[in-house]
């Protein structure tokens, strides 16, 4: 890859506009007459690349996202997991031999050798990079989980990747499902049509519960503890407001069409019982237009919970999780009515019909962006600074080891501690 110092915010959202032109529906069209599955057409073989809960969630999607298509070839890094995977397919009428089942860090390179013509990849997300490069090397169309990195170097790497996939006409498909929600497309559409006039002020928010944890079982070594427990380590997950609130942020470059130039946030780490990180954050977003983002996440158990994102303008307010938009008065004016669906199975649906079509579609831009916005958030409320996008895209930051083997991690359970200690009176 490049050293990225080259890559500007002019170049993350530069396919915008198609992208846009190829995935949004008209406000002439109404959403009920859209089609959910992909046209049909030549067989398509996918192997799936990190077989935990949403990679075997990816792999059902997949198949429900049209005719002739397989899932034929697994990869995991533990021999359980693959084996949860295997069983779940073989009830979708997907018999996987043990010659298509890969285990171990190398499983990935083994599964690309194999004649699949799409990888699902949905492994943690520190993976994603190495993952990514590889399966363009090996000429596969990719759908990559979000977020896309835990860090500026991958984000970068992606970026590289991407234009090689470009290059090679690989669709690649990202898993930031909301943009393909028929009632959030509506709303979207709405509010860049200007019905609440010019955007003011925007927010997003995801308030919930504690997420799962594993504590570690004997015979286990830092390494494996790590993998199994991963969206408790910031150099697996990019912590929760990486890992999870980058829907939200999406969400928002969405509207925008443009990231912040600057974050200051603070978090803290409440209640969260394994890992390295957070579990609250607050984080205000700039843009360059002088719009300020207000974003929170939270996962603590036994409080006030709440989650979605609000636009708020001159003449009205919208909510894209609810579909509605309200005058300033706070009376309801629109309200989606059409066609609701599944947009983890639009989100296959759309990426199998541009492969199909051999139209292709890239989203790896728009996510990384809302990637590296998340980072900026993590990185301010880490150290108490403010963080500049330009600046934050060009870091050298790494997370986690550069070997990976089942063995010890040097990396402490210790959250961040921001702001520096103040002076002694020596």
Request: contains cysteine.
């Amino acid at each position: 890859m490049g050293d990225g110092q080259n890559v500007t915010r002019r170049e993350f959202l530069g396919t915008t506009a198609m992208t846009s032109a190829l995935l949004l529906t008209s406000r002439k069209a109404s959403a009920a007459t859209r089609v959910l599955q992909a046209p049909d057409g030549r067989p398509l073989k996918a192997g799936l690349i990190g077989c935990g809960g949403r990679g075997r969630g990816a792999a059902v999607n997949f198949l429900d996202a049209g005719q002739n298509l397989q899932v034929n070839a697994l990869a995991d890094v533990f021999d359980d997991r693959l084996a949860e995977a295997r069983q779940l397919l073989d009830k979708r009428g997907q018999e996987i031999p043990d010659a298509r089942c890969f285990v171990g860090f190398d499983a990935y390179q083994k599964l690309l050798e194999t004649d699949v013509d799409v990888v699902l990849q949905a492994t943690p997300p520190h993976f994603r990079p190495a993952h990514f490069a590889a399966a363009v090397a090996a000429g596969k169309h990719c759908f990559l989980e979000k977020p896309l990195a835990v860090d500026a170097t991958g984000v970068r790497s992606v970026l590289e990747t991407t234009k090689r996939a470009e290059s090679r006409g690989l669709c690649v498909m990202t898993g930031t499902q909301l943009r393909r929600d028929h009632a959030r497309v509506e709303t979207r559409q709405r509010v860049v049509d200007g019905q609440i006039g010019d955007i003011v002020a925007v927010r997003a928010f995801r308030n919930q519960g504690a997420l799962w944890h594993r504590e570690p079982e004997p015979g286990w070594s830092d390494m494996e503890a790590m993998i199994r427990d991963w969206v408790n380590w910031t150099w697996l997950s990019g912590d929760c407001l990486v890992e999870m609130f980058v829907h939200h942020i999406d969400q928002i470059l969405w509207v925008l069409g443009e990231p912040p130039v600057r974050a200051v946030g603070m978090g803290g780490r409440a209640r969260r019982v394994t890992g390295d990180q957070y579990d609250f954050f607050s984080i205000d977003y700039a843009h360059k237009s002088d719009v300020h983002m207000h974003a929170t996440i939270r996962q603590v158990n036994g409080c006030a919970n709440e989650r979605g994102e609000m636009i708020v303008g001159t003449r009205g307010v919208a909510e894209l999780s609810t579909g509605s938009i309200r005058d300033r008065a706070g009376k309801v004016v629109w309200q989606f009515e059409g066609e609701k669906n599944d947009p983890l199975v639009q989100e296959h649906a759309d990426w199998i019909a541009a492969i199909r079509s051999e139209k292709p579609i890239d989203q790896v831009r728009d996510t990384a962006a809302a990637t590296l916005t998340t980072i900026m958030g993590r990185d301010s409320a880490y150290t108490g600074q403010a963080v500049l996008y330009d600046e934050a895209l060009k870091a050298d930051d790494r997370l986690g080891p550069t070997e990976y083997a089942l063995g010890p991690v040097d990396i402490e359970p210790t959250a961040p501690v921001p702001g520096r200690e103040a002076p002694t009176d020596e």
